[in-house]
């Protein structure tokens, strides 16, 4: 059985009678391995991911029988059957009532939904998320700052309009309108960060193959499509939500870019011209750095004789060690107050 690590798998792990015989539905903020333990106690389980690296993780843990492990921005032919629902809180609240909008309409009449989290991401909001799905709602349990709460389906859900939940703006750059649509918890999904634009301001002439890491709404993929019509651009990131949303910036654009998933580098092939990132270091509600220290190892193994990597992070990231070691020269090419620029060859 895989172990409880965190806090909230371990409030799960003195409850798991509770989904004893259920046909289960799972998603959100899927920290560790521990959900598939839920597989000896419920009828059988279906596991959604918007998290590529999670998607991974589960995948490798080889779930077994009883088990149904899907990956994408929203659920997708499965059978509308299932008469539980857990969702572990994700970081964002509109991201939360994005997963329950969607992940609603698969389940059954009268079907029990359980929110599991930790104080500081929202579950103490529990109650208005289950304000338009459920009459009444209840804390089961309560343990190391994290809560699990309970409601009942009491009436029909409306089928999911993923239109509806596109939020849609507009940026003036190189002095042409750019629109940007962004599904919840996006990354740039309420405008264009000042990394991003530190980034876009100082960017050099682009050609050949380019990688926007981490593309978030597709802010910086779009912009280098727009300027250097000429380059191969592809778009990664390791959100589902962030891929459907950069899908949408191009196409709301009339612009071209290939789309994938992957976990920093890992769906990656090599011979890049150039890498162009402005990384994340967050994990749900945790700082993480490793990440893109390990991308920044490996990122001169994808690039191509003469191959550049453009990375814009917070000043006080330490990744000029990194980047010491992994490639033959790195200098700064601009910063201001809170962001460098770092150019590697």
């Given amino acids: 059985m895989p172990y409880a690590e965190s806090p909230v798998a371990q409030l799960l792990e003195r409850n798991l009678s509770l989904f004893a015989g259920k046909r289960l539905l799972i998603a959100g903020y899927l920290e560790d391995n521990f959900v598939l333990s839920l597989r000896h106690e419920a009828r059988s389980i279906t596991l959604f991911c918007n998290d590529y690296h999670r998607y991974l993780a589960l995948q490798a843990a080889a779930p077994g029988a009883g088990v149904t492990l ?15 629902l857990l969702l572990l809180l994700p970081k964002a609240k509109r991201e939360s009532q994005y997963l329950l909008a969607c992940l609603a309409p698969w389940l059954t009449p009268e079907a029990e939904l359980f929110l599991a989290g930790e104080n500081r991401g929202g579950i103490n909001g529990a109650d208005k998320l289950l304000a338009p799905y459920c009459q009444q709602f209840n804390k089961l349990d309560s343990a190391r700052r994290c809560s699990l709460v309970h409601g009942q389906l009491s009436h029909a859900v409306a089928p999911f309009n993923i239109d509806a ?69 592809q778009l990664c990131d390791i959100n589902a939500l962030a891929l459907e949303s950069s899908r949408r910036t191009l196409a709301c654009n009339g612009l071209q870019g290939d789309v994938l998933a992957s976990d920093m580098l890992s769906d990656v092939a090599a011979g890049l011209d150039y890498l162009i990132t402005n990384p994340p270091f967050h994990a749900g509600l945790n700082t993480l750095y490793a990440p893109t220290e390990q991308m920044i190892t490996a990122a001169p193994s ?40 770092y150019l590697a060859q």
């Fill in 70 to 84: 899907q990956f994408g921005h929203q659920p997708q032919g499965l059978s509308a059957d299932y008469d539980a």
């Fill in 165 to 233: 939940w596109v939020q849609h703006y507009q940026l003036q750059i190189d002095g042409q309108p750019l629109t940007v649509c962004a599904l919840p918890g996006v990354f740039s999904a309420d405008g264009l960060d000042e990394g991003s634009a530190l980034l876009l301001e100082h960017v050099p002439a682009l050609h050949g193959r380019v990688l926007d890491l981490g593309c978030g709404a597709g802010v910086i993929g779009a912009v280098l499509a727009r300027r250097y019509p000429a380059i191969r651009l």
């Fill in 302 to 341: 994808l690039l191509a004789r003469g191959g550049k990597m453009l990375l814009v992070a917070n000043a006080f990231l330490r990744y000029p060690p990194y980047l010491d070691r992994a490639f033959k020269q790195q200098q700064i090419i601009a910063e201001n107050r809170k962001f460098r620029l």
